[in-house]
T-cell receptor, first 111, second 114 residues
Framework: QKEVEQNSGPLSVPEGAIASLNCTYS??????FFWYRQYSGKSPELIMS????GDKEDGRFTAQLNKASQYVSLLIRDSQPSDSATYLC???????????FGTGTQLKVEL | GAVVSQHPSRVICKSGTSVKIECRSL??????MFWYRQFPKQSLMLMAT?????????EQGVEKDKFLINHASLTLSTLTVTSAHPEDSSFYIC??????????FGQGTRLTVV
């Protein structure tokens, strides 16, 4: 079992819809969770961080964390074509600084 | 978010030469910096973790004598690809974090070895 799992996609949603991206992780001791966006040919950009169970909202983005289910998700409301990118889930475990990344989910927002 | 600057953004070098890539945290002190490699359409692959003032910790399968990492200050880490070969051509990306907080990425360096 991979440490951080994501569906590779592509996930296609129409413009204006809600895009839902999911991530599961294997280490119950994980404390910090991050979502990054990566456009083709560019480096990842931090979108959201979440540390406690529940929802965290920032603009059109909502991160959801459920530690009991070892599940973290990212919702993008009112999806725009500019949101088309690969979304990487990252998890930090224990007391170390190292992040473990999922393989990413490709999102396509269609006109 | 915090700013991490990576330089150069693109480099072409001849086979057998060495290339140095710099990663700077511009507005915070990075206690830890990470170096990644990414091949087209593949995920990030962590190469090594470096803490200021100590030797880098390399991931399994990464040759430490080929990929030299120096983290001499809290704002600068360098990756030197020694005796580069065409198979080393890739997208190299650094990231930096302070005391286990959020990690921010540099712009990446696209290395082409000819």
């Amino acid at each position: 079992q991979k440490e951080v799992e994501q569906n590779s996609g592509p996930l296609s949603v129409p413009e204006g819809a809600i895009a839902s991206l999911n991530c599961t992780y294997s280490d119950r001791g994980s404390q910090s969770f991050f979502w990054y966006r990566q456009y083709s040919g560019k480096s990842p950009e931090l979108i959201m961080s979440i540390y406690s169970n529940g929802d965290k909202e920032d603009g059109r983005f909502t991160a959801q964390l459920n530690k009991a289910s070892q599940y973290v998700s990212l919702l993008i409301r009112d999806s725009q074509p500019s949101d088309s990118a690969t979304y990487l889930c990252a998890v930090r475990t224990g007391g170390g600084n190292k992040l473990t990344f999922g393989t990413g989910t490709q999102l396509k927002v269609e006109l | 978010g915090a700013v991490v600057s990576q330089h150069p953004s693109r480099v072409i070098c001849k086979s057998g030469t060495s290339v140095k890539i710099e990663c700077r945290s511009l507005d915070f002190q990075a206690t830890t910096m990470f170096w990644y490699r990414q091949f087209p359409k593949q995920s990030l692959m962590l190469m090594a973790t470096s803490n200021e003032g100590s030797k880098a910790t390399y991931e399994q399968g990464v040759e430490k004598d080929k990929f030299l990492i120096n983290h001499a200050s809290l704002t600068l880490s360098t990756l030197t690809v020694t005796s580069a070969h065409p198979e080393d051509s890739s997208f190299y990306i650094c990231s930096a974090t302070a005391h286990g907080a959020e990690a921010f990425f540099g712009q990446g360096t696209r290395l082409t070895v000819v």
